[in-house]
């Protein structure tokens, strides 16, 4: 029996083109894998096919999860596409043909004892924890000419999760957030929708100095934080179950 390899972007709209692509084949969906990049190993009597993104299978892809599954799914769905998980094409793939098959398909992410969906749901609540923490542990830094700038290093891809709860809370601020390992900056001018720009040459190095003000309150914070401190009741495990140590690099009173 010949097998289906689609090679997809390890992108939302990758993926969801794949599962578009994915359903015009006509085939048994136990025949047919979505994967992220090239496989290291061929397999024999194996085809594959590459799966450029384009905009109307995603969107339709979309529509047709969010009317069959509803919105939680969808977002849940979403959450597990930003893991950096290699196997979550297939996850996400394999829990929507689940969910076709179910009577009531708006219970899709309470079906739990199917292996697939249970990925999806492990992965999106990774996602989902990680951006928490960032919500909770990023750090502004003003610059010289007035933009508030923070950078973050996350596992997943949390940086669209993340960027709506700060635009909401500092509508009338220029900001930016920058994921330093994807590259990828969250820029919200002042009063305007943010937007995602790509690249790690958008802001050159005189462009990140930060303002004079900054540094002063960044000192006093940094020492606020040391000196507060009782001796008697340090407890470095708690702080790290509390305050995992990967997040230190990017915060102000670790620097």
Sequence with gaps: MEEYYLICEDSLEGIFTGIYDAYLKKKPHGQIHII???????????TYENCLPDEKKTASVARTIVREFGQEAYLSICRALASREADKGEAVY??????????????????LANPYIHRVFELARFTANEAHYHVEFLRFKELENGILYAVIGPKNNVLTFITPHFADRLPLENFVIYDKIREIYAVHPAKKDWYLVYGDETMEPQERIFSQ??????ELFSCFFHTIAIKERVNPGL?????PIRYREYMTEFQ
């Design 94 to 111: 394999k829990t929507i043909v689940t969910g076709f098959s179910m009577r009531n398909r708006k219970e899709l992410m309470g079906n």
């Design 213 to 218: 003000g900054e540094r002063m309150y960044g």
């Design 239 to 243: 702080q790290r179950n509390m305050l």
């Design 36 to 46: 992220l990049g090239e496989d290291e190993n061929y397999r024999l009597f194996a």
